[in-house]
């Protein structure tokens, strides 16, 4: 049955940004939708962002594209040229090699939600606009480093 | 700015079937999201179909995953096994080289709306389940063929 029971998917929380991010991305959630329905060309996730949740650090992709419709709420999002307001049915496109980071920021009394459809590039990188962080993902894994390409490695005390 | 003005796309409308299909998909509409956006690696497309209106002949894809959300209005979606009610927020997933052909019925009296994605192929075919014809779409190019692959020729009368 090509039509996804949305309610019978397993809800994703956490993150795998190292500590002190961690925690940054607290209060989002995320339905596997592509998965879910067996796709592996491209992902599709519904993401819904709790009350002050934000959907990632700001961010781009260098070998991805992405495209996001908000579906339910309103959010802020967020890029180079500041902030826009998004409510439903807004769409935002962010082609690959293009670096101007963004993120959605959720900072209504309500949870909101988005669609987000992003291809699958065997090798990834993302550079966070704010931060002295890139991750790197390949084959699964990824590798956190500075914009230097030094190894990230957490503040003592906030290792796990 | 990465926040589409969909007012201001472009209405795509009209069909590539060659005659006597071409007329079946009267009263679809689409604006071309992803392309807007300046997006190369999948297709998103924003597709309203008008009371009594289908978004396509039933067909599966060989080389193509495709995703559709319900956005707006209530459709019927047709796939092997038969017919499946989808309304705002309904996902459907469609896995490459999955021979069970789909396509989406307005059978209300109101105009209805879905968000499409599809993956992007050097070399596609689509296979019409409920007619003799195939579609190769290469570089552009879109042939249509019996399933036998003999060409596709237009009955008299009907040829443009």
């Known amino acids: 049955m090509p039509k996804l029971d949305l309610a019978s998917l397993p809800v994703r929380t956490g993150s795998i940004y190292p500590p002190p991010y ?19 060309q491209f ?3 519904l993401v819904t ?14 070998a991805e594209d992405e495209f996001v419709m908000v579906t339910e709420g309103r959010f802020i999002m967020v890029t ?9 049915g807004d769409c935002a496109a ?15 009394g309500r949870p909101a939600t988005f669609l987000v459809i992003g291809s699958k590039a065997p090798r990834e990188v993302a ?7 890139v991750v790197t993902v390949e084959a699964g894994r990824a590798t956190f480093t500075h914009k230097d390409g030094r190894p990230y490695i957490a ?6």
Chains 1, 2 share one sequence.
């Open 94 to 108: 962010f082609p690959a090699n293009t670096p101007d980071g963004h993120h959605f920021l959720n900072r209504t």
């Open 22 to 40: 961690d925690t940054l991305v607290a209060g989002r959630s995320s339905l596997r939708l592509g998965e879910a329905g067996g796709l592996t």
């Open 43 to 45: 992902g599709v996730n």
């Open 127 to 133: 550079t966070y606009s704010d931060e002295d962080l």
């Open 80 to 88: 180079d040229a500041g902030e826009t307001e998004m409510g439903p």
């Open 155 to 160: 503040p003592k005390g906030e290792q796990k």
């Open 49 to 62: 962002l709790a009350p002050g949740a934000m959907s990632s650090m700001r961010h781009w992709h260098l």
